[in-house]
């Protein structure tokens, strides 16, 4: 089993729809999650942190289930820049390295 | 630059032949990272500096491959007797220290004859 497994879709959607990705982790150990944006031939960047509460960045909300090892991520009012693979990303607990889901692929057409 | 530097950002090679790659991180960063995408696949590990120490190679697939870092600064991850398989974007980031947020270079872009 991955340690951090996503749909890798792709979604295709229309400008303005909402779409909501999900990711799910195996080491219950885990502390630090982050979703980052990679688009296509490019490197990843960090898109954002991902915490207990739940958190928002203007269209984008982030959410965490500990008790079932679950992250998602919830992308309102889709934008065509918004095309780009999304990579669910949990910190390992020795020195900092990430471990990467496979990534979602995301589509937005007009 | 002021972000992380990788060359070269393209090689081919032929089955056999060794490589090295290089990562210059942005100044003063202390942890350096390198991971491999392999095509739609996700980033997968390799191995973590911090200063001139690797504290953490369990992501080096073989014995092929191996690293070092000189000056707390610029890393060379070498390649020996290069398979097919090894082709792959190798990614190099960094970050101030253990933990805090990784910002990552260009990648190179490795193919294997």
């Known amino acids: 089993r991955k340690e951090v497994e996503q749909d890798p879709g792709p979604f295709n959607v229309p400008e303005g729809a909402t779409v909501a990705f999900n990711c799910t982790y195996s080491?219950?150990?885990?502390?630090?999650f982050f979703w980052y944006r990679q688009d296509c031939r490019k490197e990843p960047k960090l898109l954002m942190s991902?915490?207990?509460s739940g958190n928002e960045d203007g269209r984008f909300t982030a959410q965490l289930n500990r008790a079932s090892q679950y992250i998602s991520l919830l992308i309102r009012d889709s934008k065509l820049s918004d095309s780009a693979t999304y990579l669910c990303?949990?910190?390992?607990?020795?020195?900092?390295?990430?471990?990467f889901g496979q990534g979602t692929e995301l589509s937005v057409k007009p | 630059g002021a972000g992380v530097s990788q060359s070269p950002s393209n090689k081919v090679t032929e089955k056999g032949k060794d490589v090295e790659l290089r990562c210059d991180p942005i100044?003063?960063?202390?942890?350096l990272y390198w991971y491999r995408q392999r095509l739609g696949q996700g980033l997968e590990f390799l191995i973590y500096?911090?200063?001139?120490?690797?504290?953490?190679k369990s992501g080096l697939p073989s014995d092929r491959f191996s690293a070092e870092r000189t000056g707390e600064s610029v890393s060379t991850l070498t390649i020996q007797r290069t398979q097919q398989e090894d082709s792959a974007v190798y990614l190099c980031?960094?970050?101030?220290?253990?933990?805090?947020?990784?910002?990552f270079g260009d990648g190179t872009r490795l193919s294997i004859l």
């Open positions: 980031a960094s970050s101030l220290g253990a933990g805090q947020p990784q910002h």
């Open positions: 080491n219950s150990a885990s502390q630090s």
């Open positions: 991902v915490y207990s």
């Open positions: 990303v949990v910190k390992g607990n020795q020195g900092g390295k990430l471990i």
């Open positions: 100044s003063g960063h202390t942890a």
């Open positions: 500096f911090q200063g001139n120490s690797a504290p953490d």
